[in-house]
């Protein structure tokens, strides 16, 4: 898989990184989990660790946290190597999937716990004005004496929260926070969490697998796989420039397609596909490939009015409609094509009307407008 926009050693070490990884590979026997880390954290950002079960993103968290040692490479905490420095000692604290609140305490008791752990020494009236200011953060300053097991899920996840925030760390580590919860409040949370994440002004580190949750709340994406960095970036530059297939297949839907390059300059392809159409197309691998892919989403793809025109450098694709499905806000029709296989499109609810649909089994003629798609890189 090939690494993409990702920082070197020499480009980590800057003022505004508040976490490092260098080099960091983690392994478990001859498993690498983490296989050559090299990423900077920035300060005040929400980064999300987004990928597949088994890519090594929670290996990632870990790392930071102090609950995993690399075994080899580094992880830097504002500038400073942390590689041997226990997890308690740490400007970082986790909310975890399954939260680990203590069910015989209150919610208040749950909120200082790590007060009272980390520093023993606090005055009681400090430690209570700093459990009401953490609840009050996440607008639970009234449920203080309520037990965990009287909350409901989302209030005990901002018992959670509450309890990682009110050490005032400056890294929150969330590790699928989000899973447990039902599909509607889930994206409550969300909001909620990006909301927090603002007031606070720390850095959030999430680890999730859900490509939407990360793509609402990210300024950037660090997507995973085989215990690799597969690509660094906002969640436009994941979606809109892929690097290969694996980022463009996990980040959204996407037609992926076998092609011929006959010409490339400035920032543009010309691609022949399997059928011998020919389209022009966004470069974004900059490289000669001996069989390389292009790709296009299926918003991108058009479907053609029986008055519809191309224009100049556009590529009319014939095909036939196998399946059409209503989603409310769009229509997602599936062609067969000829030599190019089924492709995807989804056309807006307002321009299928304008359409009058195109029905299964019909024949329909696709637009490849100028421009849409993309050359993908290679896999590593």
Not at 231 to 253: S, W
Not at 264 to 290: C, F
Not at 301 to 324: A, F, I, K
């Amino acid at each position: 898989m090939k690494i993409a926009e990702v920082d070197t050693p020499e480009t980590v070490r800057s003022s505004e990184a508040v976490a490092e990884f260098v080099n960091t590979t983690k392994a478990f026997g001859e498993v690498r989990a983490a296989n050559n880390l090299n990423l900077r954290i920035k300060r005040g950002e929400f980064l999300s660790f987004l990928g597949p079960s088994g890519c090594g993103k929670t290996t990632a968290l870990r790392m930071l946290a102090g609950f995993e040692s690399p075994t080899s490479g580094e992880v830097l905490l504002d500038g400073q190597a942390v590689g041997a420095r226990p997890a308690h000692k740490r400007p970082v604290n986790m909310v975890f999937q399954h939260y680990a609140l203590f069910p015989h305490m209150t919610v208040a008791q749950n909120v200082g716990y790590g007060l009272r752990q980390r520093r023993p020494k606090m005055a009681k009236a400090e430690i209570a004005a700093k459990v009401e200011k953490a609840l009050a953060t996440v607008r639970l300053q009234e449920f203080g004496p309520r037990r965990i097991w009287e909350m409901s899920g989302g209030q005990q996840q901002r018992v959670a929260l509450a309890r990682a925030i009110v050490n005032e760390p400056k890294i929150l580590l969330l590790d699928e926070p989000m899973a447990a919860l039902d599909a509607k409040l889930r994206g409550e949370m969300q909001s909620e969490l990006l909301s927090l994440q603002r007031q606070l002004g720390i850095t959030f580190v999430l680890v999730t697998h859900d490509q939407e949750e990360a793509m609402a709340m990210s300024d950037r994406i660090c997507l995973m796989g085989q215990g690799r960095i597969a690509q660094i970036g906002t969640p436009e530059d994941l979606y809109d420039r892929p690097a290969n297939r694996y980022v463009a297949d996990f980040i959204g839907k996407a037609n992926i397609l076998p092609a011929t390059i006959t010409d490339r300059a400035d920032g543009m392809a010309r691609a022949v596909l399997a059928n011998g159409a020919q389209v022009v197309l966004r470069d974004r691998a900059g490289d000669t490939q001996a069989t390389p892919e292009v790709a296009i989403r299926p918003e991108a793809l058009m479907l053609m009015g029986s008055d519809d025109q191309p224009g100049p450098g556009d590529t009319v694709l014939p095909g036939r409609v196998t399946h059409r499905t209503f989603l409310g806000d769009m229509t997602e029709y599936l062609l067969q094509t000829e030599a190019l296989g089924v492709l995807q499109v989804n056309v807006p609810r307002q321009a299928a009307r304008a359409m009058h649909g195109a029905g299964t089994g019909e024949t329909a003629r696709l637009l490849w407008a100028k421009g849409a798609g993309l050359v993908l890189g290679p896999m590593a």
